[in-house]
Structure formats: structure tokens, C-alpha cells
């Protein structure tokens, strides 16, 4: 646990495609089902103070309480998960811990001096910010805004991989409106 942020809830993987990732975490590992989203709806995505449109695919499932994400960047954006890719790497890009109160957690990390890299939102109440910790790969931290319907929806990932037996290992994402 960590004392500044809480448990980390999400370990995000950067993957160049995201089928054969999906693919191998189900068939060899045993984690699903995978929910997937070829193009997530982010809105007011900002890189480095300028705001682009990014276009990302994404899966997700869980391995117990911890969620995993899959992560393929589908267009030249700006971006920390372009700058990963190009950097050489692939794989872990980042650890995320869970709020329902992002206003008051984000002003304090601000104060203790975390830098903001590139933050958006993926539906009400579902905001997003990733801090400059890349000190080397796999050490990005984001603050994850779950206390609208992108929480609820974490919760249905979660408990559609309780006792999952490998059957329909990809999912379509369920409607954040529906939520």
C-alpha cells in the first residue's frame, strides 16, 4: 500500500496488438474475460498542456482485486503510451490507484509537487491524470476518477472474472450510459 496514494488498483500494459495480448493473458495465463473497447471515448485529453485527439484501443480484466489493462495506441497522438512505444519498450507503462474524490486527491498530490503529463476523461465522473514518475519503465502513475459510472463499470469487470471458467474470453465493453 502505498502511503501517498492507497492500494494500486489497475497495472496498465502497453502492447503493440492488443488481439494476440488478449489472446495470451486468457489462453496462458487464465485472466479474463477481457472487456474491449477498439476506440475509447476520451474526452478533454491533454499531452504536455496541448489537447489532441487520441485514438486508443483497450481491454480489461482482473486478476483478483488488481485490474489489468491492455493499451494499443491506433494513431500518432501525443502521448505517454506513444512515448513508451517509442522508447523501445512494451509492456507494464503504469500503476493506477483509485478515487472517488479526485478533486482533494489531485490538489494534494499537486502540492506535494507531482508533475501532470497527460489527463482526460472517459465518461461522467471518470477522469484521468498521469503524473511524470518515469523514472524507468513501468513506473508512470495515474489517478483514476471512479466515482460515476466508469466505477460501476470496474465492478462488473471484476465480478465477471469471479470463478471464470475461459468461456468468451473478449467482451464488448458494457455502455458507460447504461451505467
Do not use: C
Not at 476506440?39 to 485490474?67: D, F, K, M, T, W
Not at 507503462?93 to 497527460?118: C, I, N, S
Not at 466505477?151 to 470463478?163: C, H, N, P, T, Y
Amino acid at each position: 500500500m502505498s502511503r501517498f496514494f492507497g492500494q494500486i488498483r489497475q497495472a496498465g500494459y502497453v502492447v503493440r496488438d492488443i488481439e494476440a495480448a488478449m489472446d495470451y493473458w486468457s489462453r496462458t495465463l487464465g485472466i479474463g474475460p477481457w472487456f474491449y473497447n477498439e476506440r475509447v471515448p476520451i474526452r478533454n485529453y491533454s499531452y504536455r498542456g496541448e489537447s489532441y485527439e487520441v485514438h486508443n484501443s483497450v481491454a480489461l480484466a482482473n486478476s483478483g482485486p488488481l485490474q489489468m489493462e491492455l493499451i494499443q495506441t491506433r494513431n500518432d497522438a501525443p502521448s505517454m503510451y506513444r512515448d513508451f512505444l517509442q522508447a523501445g519498450n512494451t509492456g507494464l507503462q503504469h500503476v493506477a490507484y483509485w478515487t472517488e474524490d479526485y478533486d482533494a486527491d489531485l490538489e494534494r498530490l499537486l502540492a506535494q509537487g507531482f508533475k501532470p503529463v497527460m489527463s482526460g476523461e472517459v465518461g461522467e465522473k471518470g477522469r484521468f491524470i498521469y503524473f511524470d514518475t518515469e523514472y524507468h519503465p513501468g513506473t508512470v502513475i495515474e489517478l483514476s476518477e471512479v466515482a460515476g459510472p466508469k466505477g460501476k463499470m470496474f465492478d462488473l469487470i471484476r465480478e465477471a472474472s469471479v470463478g471464470w471458467d475461459g468461456s468468451d474470453p473478449v467482451r464488448p465493453f458494457p455502455d458507460l450510459s447504461k451505467l
